[in-house]
RNA sequence: CGGGGCGUAGCGCAGCCCGGUAGCGCACCUGCCUUGGGCGCAGGGGGUCGCUGGUUCAAAUCCAGUCGCCCCGACCA
């Protein structure tokens, strides 16, 4: 690897390379950076201040979003009676392999079991059921944010566990089309947040009906791509129609007196983001955070010479006041017990996107040396209007994350409606392959059997080709974005 | 749930074949020296060798059982 080209060997080796093993790098980068760990508890993880930290800004961000739209929080129970929740025939079907029972309460033998909520559409369309009796009480438009367990057999760090943090969205509407309204602009608001936030593009789509949601009517989602081309489902928005509405009997008296069964959606993302973030922008050397929702944003590291902490150290205060003041999340790095070295290797495996240099030779030339996490470009900058620049550098640096990312998701799609050319892209590890799909559940089984590649999502906007089924050659009904998923 | 591998210090490993005082690197602690890309030197602390039983004068090492974890395939946000 790197000694072969005759250039010095990575600087971290406490973590497995990502061109080497990505699986292993992802694991070892999320414990090395303190993002999360094993728990005692199998299959559960901790997350740690740094993960949650991001987790909290992820929160913040897709929380005003959902409230600017009209959204208000709430909170449910963790338990669900059996009944209800077998009330929901395909719902049960899809989650019962999944759920965690509850039968006793101390020392007692419940009468009825309870399971630890797998997702609250039970729970909920039963209260909901109680709220609603006429259209002037709709819409309901009701978020919370809580824990979720699903008995998973294969765990991973953030992408699956069987305890994970989310946020659900729950509304009832007065119409079909309302309904339909609300789970499409939900699915806008999901990417546009990913995009702008987390820096990940992703696209849009609906599932087809083998991956939809257990219950609903139609399931959207958007898919991002992972740096070894595999797919990651990063959020999800359902239609339910009617089918809640009947299974927990939530009617309302209409505007001509019928009374009628409301029209539901429910949409969430959770904590798999992290993942996602990880692994789009994360390179050999560690994390690499977006500024959006990085805790810290910049790292000033002095360079100690001399009686440091009396000349070097009262700059470097200087500069972290001026930062914090500009509203810019700043760390200043002055532990004694570490060289300047070992602190840029540091916060670099961390991710923080800006680090600031200050040292004797800065002060003289009245300057700071800001090194960008994404570039590694190494900018000297004069001390005045240094805010200003800061701020400027990390919105290009938001910007060029989402840039690479974009770039690299579009190298990695191929388009084809040669089965050939399909199924030798999907040998490895390729990205998302899009190809005309005649529609058919068996063809799409079929495609899964011989080459590990799910339909993601079938794109909304897109003009479908009018080509025939990759697979079977009968006329098609959509251009699918086939991928290896996570 | 099927196939393969591994359990020895906080982490990564050696020792096991051939039984005889439990070791290395990193991390950690103390002191000095350094500090613009993971400094150096000296000293130090920490392990009932996954668990249970057997063989033996003696077991990390041999035998049997058991538990746990990881990787690869089927299920999943």
Redesign the pocket.
Known sequence: MAEQDGRKEP?????TPKSEDF??WY?DLVR?AELAD?SPV??CMVIRPYGYAIWEFIQRGLDSRIKATGHVNAYFPLFIPKSLLVKEAEHVE?FA??VAWVTRGGTEELEEPLVVRPTSEAIIGTMYAKWIQSWRDLPVLINQWAN?V?W?????L???????L?QEGHTAHETAEEAEAETLMILRLYKEFVETELAVPVIAGRKSAS?Q??GAERTY?IEALMGDGRA?????SHNLGQNFAKAFDIQFQARDKSLQYIWGTSW?M???LVGAVIMVHGDE??LVLPPRIAPYQVVIVP????N?RETVLPHAQQIRDTLTAAGVRVMLDDR???????????W??RGVPL?L????????RQQ??L?RRDT?E?IPTPVSGLAGRVQELLDAIQRNLFERALAFQREHTTRTSSWDEFTRTLEGRPGFVVSPWCGSEACE?EI??LT?ATIRTLPMDAEPSGAPCVKCGQPSVADAWFAK??
Not at 11 to 15: N, Q, V, Y
Not at 303 to 306: A, L, S
Not at 336 to 346: L, Q
């Open positions: 600087l971290i080796t406490e973590i699986s292993r694991t090395r094993y199998k299959g899809g392999p999944q979720i699903r998973e057999k294969v765990t991973r953030f992408l699956r566990t069987t305890e994970f989310w991956e949601f257990a989602s990651l489902q990063a959020g999800t969430g959770t904590t798999r050397s560690g360079i100690p010479r001399g440091w004694d017990a570490y060289t300047p070295g070992w602190k840029f290797s540091e670099e495996l680090r240099e200050v040292g004797p030779k800065d002060i003289e700071a040396v090194a590694r190494k089984a899964k059997g590990q998923a996570y």
